[in-house]
């Protein structure tokens, strides 16, 4: 007679953990020994109007990034398409994953950030979209980690608490619409000033998400096509490269449109738009990570292809960090109530220590998602 055994947790460190762990650590290392020996002096950023530097970029980038895979997983968690069922697991994971390393980068590059978590909610400046946001990002983060200790332990999505995972797509929804609000309605930032903000965080949210999942799928089984399971193949070539396709083309579709105006409109501050279509990360961001791997994502042939598929999200994720900073970055090159007259726009050029915070936040996240792929009691459907 069959006996049917309970799935016991075990925990196997790959290589992948090991490596990324390690070089973490080096860098961590390192970046907090700048941090010590230059101070807030070791940021390029100015009090006369480049506020906001890459490590608010990379911020933003790994956040938006997190809620967007929070929204997929949503597609089988919450409305019930079980033929979503085996991406949902990586989903949460992986939004885990970059939520942590998203804020950990946030928090390095604050003067006092054990302060800022109790004074941010404590003060209750609720007409600022930032005081939601960090409510939200809280909240958002205990859901996140219920759901990845959940699947951790062998639970199937069918299983996982259905209140449970409408709330972290509420949240998920409501973080990404107000950080576009964050920029939407700073009415003195012309280049950022915008309704369509939000709604374009969130098609970018998706757009960084399906790529995220589609690269570190093939990454955690060794960059080897046939170990990823038939399911998942099936899903990237299909619906998922599908989606893919269509929130790169929106997004293209986003930056053409701001573009056109930004160059059309003769309003103060916008004249920020000729300096950054001078700029080849402009072109590069555009065509590199927007057009080409629009195509590869259109043409089913194309999507077709494991290797097309890396190399297309590759392009994507790269191209969106490179918007990112340019949005960020740009809106903030003219002085505010100064554009009409401004000689020049002013320089930024990240510093050692800004960098250093990025590729402490990309290998904290890579150690975070290795972990819990090596967490795992059951195999993939």
């Known amino acids: 007679m069959a006996t049917a055994t309970l799935p016991k947790l075990g925990f196997k460190p790959s290589p992948y953990l090991v490596g990324a762990g390690a070089l973490f650590l080096v860098a961590l290392l390192y970046t907090i020994y700048l941090k010590v020996t230059l101070g807030h002096h070791g940021f390029n950023t100015t009090n006369y109007g480049v506020f906001w530097g890459l490590p608010i970029v990379a911020y933003d980038y790994f956040l938006l990034t997190s809620t967007g895979l929070t929204l997929i997983a949503s597609l089988p968690l919450t409305l019930g398409l079980r033929q979503f069922d085996p991406i949902a697991k990586r989903c949460i994971w ?46 958002y983060t205990i859901v996140l980690v219920l759901m990845g200790l959940a699947f951790a332990r062998g639970t199937a999505p069918a299983d996982i608490p259905r209140g449970l995972a409408v709330l972290a797509t509420l949240l998920a929804l409501a973080i990404t619409l107000i950080a576009g609000s964050v920029y939407g309605m700073i009415v003195f930032r012309p280049f950022w000033y ?134 960020v970055i740009n809106g903030q090159l003219l002085p505010p109530f100064k554009g009409s007259w401004a000689a020049a726009p002013l320089e930024y050029v990240p510093s050692q220590l800004e960098w250093m915070l990025l590729i402490v936040g990309v290998l904290l996240a890579n150690t975070i998602y290795a972990a819990l792929e090596s967490w795992s009691s059951t195999k993939e459907a």
């Open 94 to 139: 992986l939004a885990l994953a970059a939520l942590v390393g998203g804020v950990s980068i946030l928090f390095l590059e604050l003067a006092h950030p054990i302060r800022a978590l109790w004074a941010a909610p404590l003060n209750f400046q609720t007409a600022s979209p930032l005081f939601w946001k960090i409510l939200c990002v809280g909240a």
């Open 194 to 327: 915008g309704g369509e903000l939000p709604v374009a965080f969130l098609i970018e949210a998706f757009m960084g998400a399906v790529v995220f999942l589609v690269f570190f799928t093939y990454l955690i089984h060794g960059f080897s096509p046939t170990m990823v399971p038939e399911r998942t193949r099936t899903l990237f070539a299909g619906s998922l490269g599908a989606l893919a396709a269509g929130a790169v083309f929106l997004h293209v579709l986003f930056v053409v449109a701001r573009t056109v105006a930004g160059l059309w409109s003769y309003g103060e501050g916008l004249q920020v738009w000729q300096y950054t279509v001078d700029q080849p990360l402009y072109w590069a961001a555009l065509i590199g990570g927007g057009l080409v791997p629009l195509v590869i994502f259109a043409v089913p042939a194309l999507r077709a292809q494991p290797w097309l598929q890396i190399l297309g999200s590759l392009l994507v994720a790269a191209g969106l960090l490179a918007s990112r900073y340019e949005f």
